[in-house]
């Protein structure tokens, strides 16, 4: 026999879930992170850049009642280094040419930066950084606080580990270059691993998670609706409490904010988030036919 005793058990304050991947008649949760107080929604300035998967990613940390923070990563790949610079000018490129290349980089990071802030009508703060050096801890610091507890959230390769690092002032967590011709990570943290920064935890804890391949929500209709307020309230004034929203529906709010192309609606945004709604829906229908048995819980390790 051990020389222990369960004597109570404390329920976690937040809970980020996500439905477990793969096909199933039951629909499977799979917990993410328990008592998390600020989740960093790491995501970097390439072409793995994906404004859908932030949305869901802030939906759910939202529905969970995380405060979500988006942070842009690898930076330094929208600016004109000394190194490029250099070798401009070794190949005698013209100064209207090199001018040309800052203006292109700097478009595209007005792009991801304009991208991100459109999130929840601009209501979750969004950072661009250079995960390597000092600068994680400047721009993080209102977010480094005992008794605070942080995950870090987002796709292999963005710059999660990275970003540990620095935090951490020491190498941390293992991390591995993208593939260069697809901008994808490498799949190098594996496990769920929680970390004590400062002196005596004095800069708070931060969990490393893995990259999800797959990220369907769960349950997520608060967290849908706080990403997409300015959608749903549009809704509201439709005609019809089950209005579809779809094109030639009579005294659908929606199209007719579409219609009038002055901004209001865009298309793209609708289109996610009327995807969303629908997985929600299908999720339900698993549910209902699965009767009191059809939600189960793949717990995996925390």
């Known amino acids: 026999t051990y020389p222990y005793k369960l004597h109570h058990i404390l329920h976690h304050q937040t809970l980020i879930r996500r439905t477990a991947p793969g096909n199933s008649k039951h629909r499977k949760t799979q917990p993410i992170a328990a008592n998390i107080d600020t989740a960093f929604v790491v ?17 759910m940390a939202m529905d969970a009642n995380v405060r979500p923070v988006i942070i842009l990563t690898k930076r330094d790949l929208c600016e004109l280094g000394e190194k490029e610079e250099g070798e401009a000018e070794n190949e005698e490129e013209s100064e209207e040419e090199r001018e040309e290349l800052r203006e292109d980089l700097e478009w595209m990071k007005d792009y991801y930066l304009l991208q991100a802030k459109t999130i929840a009508n601009g209501t979750v703060p969004v950072l661009l950084l250079d995960a390597r050096g000092d600068e994680p801890q400047i721009a993080l610091q209102p977010y480094l606080r005992r ?11 963005v710059g999660k580990s990275t970003l540990l690092n620095s935090l951490g002032n020491s190498t941390l967590a293992p991390t591995a270059a993208i593939h260069s011709d697809s901008g994808q990570g490498r799949h190098t943290t594996t496990r769920r691993r929680i970390f004590v920064l400062g002196e005596s935890g004095d800069q708070g804890c931060v969990l490393d998670t893995p990259g999800l391949r797959e990220l369907k929500l769960v349950d997520s209709k608060k967290g849908v609706e706080e990403v997409f307020g300015d959608l749903v309230a549009i809704a509201q004034k439709c005609k019809f409490n089950d209005c579809s929203h779809a094109e030639g529906t ?29 997985e929600e829906r299908a999720m339900e229908k698993v549910k209902i036919r699965g009767g009191r048995g059809g939600e189960q819980v793949n717990k995996g390790p925390l």
């Open 43 to 59: 995501s970097s300035c390439n072409q793995d850049f994906n404004v859908a998967r932030l949305e869901r990613y802030v939906a």
């Open 147 to 157: 008794g605070q507890t942080i995950a870090f959230l987002g796709s292999s390769g």
């Open 250 to 278: 009579p005294g659908c709010a929606i199209m007719e904010a579409v219609e009038r192309e002055d901004g209001t609606v865009d298309e793209e945004r609708l289109e996610r988030w009327e995807k969303l709604l629908e």
